[in-house]
C-alpha cells in the first residue's frame, strides 16, 4: 500500500487554483463530472476504445467563443486501448502535472489491477484506497468481515450446500461476463443441484466458481440502497451524511417477475432461471421512522472502518440493505467508493442531499464541494489517499 505521506506529499505540490477532477470513464462517471462542473471544476474521463462515445461524443462538453459552457459535462476525454493502462507512468505523470484529483469507481477497480492500485499509481485519489479490496468476496478481510468485526447485520452464511434449509441466494461470478453476477436462488439442496447444473451447462456460470460461492438467507423484502457521505472536513454537526437512496433494474429478473406465475412455469430450461446482471437503477425515499435505524448502521461501519482500515472511509459509499417482514435491515453488500446508482441523483440531487444542503445536491456534486472545501481550508491532504 502506497504511504499516505507520500500522497499528501503529491498534492502538496498540486497549482490548487486549477485542480481537475478525473474518472475513469463507466459506472458512475456521468454523475461525478456533473457534480464537478456544478462546483466548477473541470472534468477529465480515462475511456477505452470502443466504448468511448457516451463521453467523448454524447456528454461531451460544448462551449461558445467566451468559454461559457453551453451543454455536457465531460470536458476532457483520453482514449486508451485499456482502462489498465492509465497505470503507465506517462499518464500518471500526466494526470499529476495537470492536477488531477482522482475520483474511484467500480470500473476503476474492476479493470484496473488493484494490487497496482494499491501499490503504484501514485495519484491523490479522493476517498479511501486501502478500503477498495474489501470489495473483492475471494479476500480474507472483504467486507463481511468487517461487518461481522463492527457486529453489523448481514443475511446468514450458509456454510455448505447440504446446508439448505430455507430460501438463499447463492453468489459467484457470470462465467462469460466476469464483471457480471452468475447468481441463483434455491430453497433446498436439490433445487440448488438443479439449478447450478443447469447454468453450468448454459456457460452461466463454472463449476470452479461454484466451489468458491457464497451461499447465503435470501431476505424477503425491499432492496434500499443507502449513498452515504463521510466528511472529516465537517466542523459542526454529524460528519455522516445521507444523500441518497436507490435501487436496482437486474435483467433478467425484472423481466420474470413482471410475469403471472403460470406464465414463469412455461419458460424452457434456458429461461427459467432469471440471471442477475444490473442494468439501471431508480430513485427511492424511506419511511422517516426507520431512518435513524440507517443512521446507525452507517455510525457503526464508520467506526469500524477507522478501526480496522485507518484512515476510514473518507468521501461516498454505499451501504445496499435488504428490509424483512420485521423492519429489520440487513446489509448485503458494501461499496466503500462511490455507489453504482449515483447516476440517478445528477443535476436533480435527490430529497435527502438537496433537504440537507438546501439545494441539488447528487453524490457527484457532494465529491466536488467536499474538494472545493478540502482547497478553501487548506485540508486536502485530509480527503485523499
Same mark, same amino acid.
Given at each position: 500500500?502506497?504511504d ?32 464537478a ?42 482514449? #486508451?486501448?485499456?482502462?489498465? !493502462?492509465v497505470? $503507465? &507512468? /506517462?499518464?500518471?505523470?500526466? +494526470?499529476? @502535472?495537470?492536477?488531477? *484529483? ?28 486501502? #478500503?477498495?479490496?474489501?470489495? !473483492?468476496?475471494? $479476500? &480474507? /478481510?472483504?467486507?463481511?468481515? +468487517?461487518? @461481522?468485526?463492527?457486529? *453489523? ?7 455448505k ?29 436439490? &433445487? ?6 443447469n ?10 466458481d461454484?466451489?468458491?460461492?457464497r ?18 472536513l ?11 437512496i ?59 472502518t ?31 467508493r ?48
Amino acid at each position: 500500500m502506497l504511504d499516505l505521506e507520500t500522497v499528501k506529499a503529491r498534492v502538496k505540490d498540486y497549482d490548487m487554483d486549477n485542480v481537475k477532477i478525473g474518472v475513469v470513464a463507466s459506472h458512475s462517471a456521468l454523475d461525478v463530472c456533473d457534480g464537478a462542473v456544478d462546483e466548477g471544476f473541470p472534468t477529465l474521463a480515462v475511456c477505452q476504445k470502443g466504448r468511448e462515445k457516451t463521453y467523448d461524443i454524447y456528454f461531451k462538453s460544448i462551449f461558445d467563443n467566451k468559454g461559457k459552457r453551453i451543454r455536457g459535462v465531460v470536458d476532457e476525454t483520453w482514449v #486508451l486501448d485499456k482502462f489498465s !493502462e492509465v497505470l $503507465e &507512468e /506517462k499518464y500518471q505523470k500526466k +494526470l499529476r @502535472e495537470e492536477n488531477v *484529483l482522482f475520483i474511484p469507481n467500480r470500473s476503476f477497480t474492476s479493470y484496473v489491477d488493484l494490487d497496482k492500485i494499491e501499490d503504484e499509481f501514485v495519484v491523490p485519489m479522493v476517498g479511501s484506497r486501502n #478500503l477498495l479490496r474489501s470489495e !473483492e468476496r475471494e $479476500e &480474507e /478481510k472483504d467486507y463481511y468481515w +468487517l461487518l @461481522e468485526k463492527a457486529g *453489523l447485520p448481514f443475511p446468514k452464511k450458509i456454510n455448505k450446500p447440504e446446508e439448505i434449509d430455507r430460501l438463499v441466494i447463492v453468489k459467484l461470478k457470470h462465467k462469460e461476463k466476469r464483471l457480471e453476477r452468475g447468481f441463483f436462488s434455491a430453497a433446498s439442496y436439490d &433445487e440448488y443441484r438443479e439449478k447450478a447444473e443447469n447454468l453450468i451447462e448454459h456457460d452461466v456460470i463454472t463449476k470452479e466458481d461454484l466451489k468458491n460461492a457464497r451461499i447465503e438467507e435470501y431476505i424477503i423484502g425491499p432492496v434500499f440502497n443507502f449513498d452515504f457521505f463521510y466528511s472529516p472536513l465537517n466542523e459542526k454537526g454529524t460528519n455522516i451524511e445521507l444523500i441518497g437512496i436507490d435501487w436496482r433494474f437486474e435483467t433478467s429478473l425484472d423481466g420474470h417477475v413482471r410475469l403471472p406465475a403460470p406464465q414463469q412455469m412455461t419458460l424452457n430450461e434456458e429461461q427459467m432461471v432469471p440471471e442477475y446482471t444490473v442494468t439501471g437503477h431508480n430513485s427511492a425515499t424511506l419511511r422517516e421512522s426507520q431512518l435513524e435505524k440507517v443512521f446507525k448502521l452507517a455510525e457503526t461501519f464508520v467506526k469500524a472502518t477507522k478501526k480496522y482500515y485507518d484512515p476510514g472511509i473518507i468521501g461516498p459509499f454505499c451501504l445496499q440493505t435488504c428490509v424483512d417482514k420485521d423492519l429489520n435491515f440487513y446489509i448485503y453488500d458494501v461499496a466503500p467508493r462511490t455507489g453504482g446508482g449515483t447516476n440517478v441523483h445528477m443535476n436533480v440531487g435527490h430529497p435527502y442531499g438537496n433537504t440537507l444542503w438546501g439545494k441539488r445536491m447528487s453524490t457527484g456534486r457532494r465529491l466536488a464541494l467536499e474538494v472545493r472545501r478540502g482547497i478553501e481550508m487548506d485540508r486536502i491532504e485530509e480527503i485523499v489517499t
